[in-house]
C-alpha cells in the first residue's frame, strides 16, 4: 500500500487519478491532495516501473528528472 501527496504538482488527486486511470493505472484519491495505490501479486516489477513513468507523464514530471 503506497499513500502519497500530490499538491505540489498544483493538481487535485482527483485529476491525478483520473489521468492514471485514463492510462489503465488505478488509483484513489483518499483526499484533495492524497492518493492511494495498491500493488497485486501478479504486479511484477515492470509493471510497477510502467506506472512510475504513467504517474510522471500524469504529474508533468519529465522521465529523466531526478525527483527527491
Given at each position: 500500500i503506497l499513500v502519497f501527496e500530490v499538491a505540489v504538482t498544483g493538481l487535485a488527486a482527483m485529476v491525478v487519478s483520473a489521468r492514471l486511470a485514463a492510462q489503465g493505472i488505478l488509483a484513489n484519491a483518499v483526499s484533495e491532495t492524497a492518493i492511494r495505490m495498491v500493488t497485486h501479486r501478479?504486479?511484477?516489477?515492470?509493471?510497477?516501473?510502467?506506472?512510475?513513468?504513467?504517474?510522471r507523464s500524469a504529474v508533468g514530471i519529465p522521465q529523466k528528472a531526478t525527483v527527491i
Open positions: 501478479d504486479v511484477d516489477r515492470a509493471g510497477c516501473e510502467r506506472a512510475i513513468q504513467v504517474l
